[in-house]
C-alpha cells in the first residue's frame, strides 16, 4: 500500500513540475479514464462513437485498409530507408486529431507516432487536457521516417499527404491540433511563422485548426517558459471548443 501511495505522490509532483511549467494555473483532478473531470468528454465521445453499427464497421474496415497500404506503400524514396512505417495511433473516432510533421528515430523503430522525448511531453499535455492517448488519434503529415529527422521535402509530402486527408475524412474530428511549421504549414499555405498563426482557430473543410509548437521546439527550449505557456493557452482554447460545442 505505501508503495502505491509513493508512486502517487511521485505522480502527482511530477504532474505539478509540468503545469508550473506551462504556466498553468489549475491543477485537474486525477487524469485517469475514471476521473470525474473526464467524464463529460467521454459521455460525448461515447454519443458519438455510438452510430448506427453498420456505419462504424464499415469506417473501421476502411481504415483497417488504409493502414495496410501505408504500411506497404513505396510511393516517394522514404520508403528504402525506413524500419516501418507510421500510420497513426488512437481513437478512429477521436474528436481531437493531433498532427505532426513526420516520425523519428523512437517512432520508426515503434512504428507508433510521438513516442521519443517529443512524445512524452505530448502525453504528458494531452493529460493535462484531461485526456488520454487513447482519447485523441496521433499521426503526421509524412507517414515514413526523413533521413536525420530533417523536414520532408514538398515531393515526400506530395506523395503521402493523400493518406492524411483520407484518414481526416474517416475520423471527422470536431478540431485539430497541427504540430510545428511543417504540419501548419501544410493547411495554412504562405504563413509567416508559427508565431504569426497559433493563438486562433483557422478551417480546414470547416473544422476548427489549431497550429502550436512542436513538442521537441519546446525541449530544444527547455528554459523558456513563455513557450509552454503559449502552448497551453492554444490546448485551452481547444479544450473549450471541445467543451462547447
Known amino acids: 500500500m505505501d508503495n502505491k501511495k509513493n508512486e502517487r505522490l511521485l505522480f502527482l509532483k511530477e504532474q ?27 459521455a460525448a465521445q461515447r454519443t458519438r462513437n455510438t452510430g448506427r453499427s453498420e456505419d462504424t464497421n464499415h469506417q473501421l474496415e476502411v481504415f483497417a485498409s488504409l493502414e495496410k497500404t501505408i504500411l506497404s506503400c513505396k510511393k516517394c524514396p522514404l520508403a528504402a530507408a525506413r524500419t516501418q512505417a507510421v500510420p497513426g495511433e488512437g481513437n478512429k473516432k477521436a474528436d481531437l486529431l493531433f498532427i505532426g510533421e513526420g516520425p523519428g528515430r523512437d517512432e520508426d523503430l515503434q512504428g507508433k507516432p510521438f513516442v521519443g522525448r517529443a512524445g512524452q511531453l505530448l502525453t504528458k499535455i494531452i493529460e493535462a487536457m484531461k485526456f488520454t492517448r487513447e482519447d485523441v488519434y496521433i499521426t503526421n503529415i509524412v507517414k515514413c521516417r ?11 509530402i506530395e506523395h503521402c499527404h493523400p493518406y492524411l486527408l483520407q484518414q481526416i475524412e474517416l475520423i471527422q474530428p470536431r478540431t ?25 482557430f483557422h478551417l480546414y473543410r470547416d473544422i476548427p485548426l489549431m497550429p502550436t509548437y512542436h513538442p521537441s521546439y519546446l525541449i530544444r527550449q527547455p528554459g523558456n517558459r513563455s513557450l509552454r505557456k503559449m502552448v497551453w493557452e492554444d490546448m485551452q482554447k481547444v479544450m473549450a471548443l471541445l467543451d462547447g460545442s
Do not use: C, W
Open 16 to 42: 505539478l513540475d509540468f503545469f508550473q511549467q506551462i504556466g498553468a494555473e489549475y491543477f485537474p483532478s486525477a487524469l485517469t479514464s475514471d476521473s470525474p473531470a473526464a467524464q463529460p468528454y467521454r
Open 146 to 156: 526523413p533521413p536525420q529527422n530533417r523536414n520532408p521535402e514538398p515531393g515526400e
Open 176 to 200: 485539430i491540433v497541427t504540430l510545428g511549421k511543417v504540419a501548419a504549414e501544410f493547411f495554412i499555405p504562405h504563413m509567416k511563422s508559427i508565431g504569426a498563426v497559433r493563438g486562433q
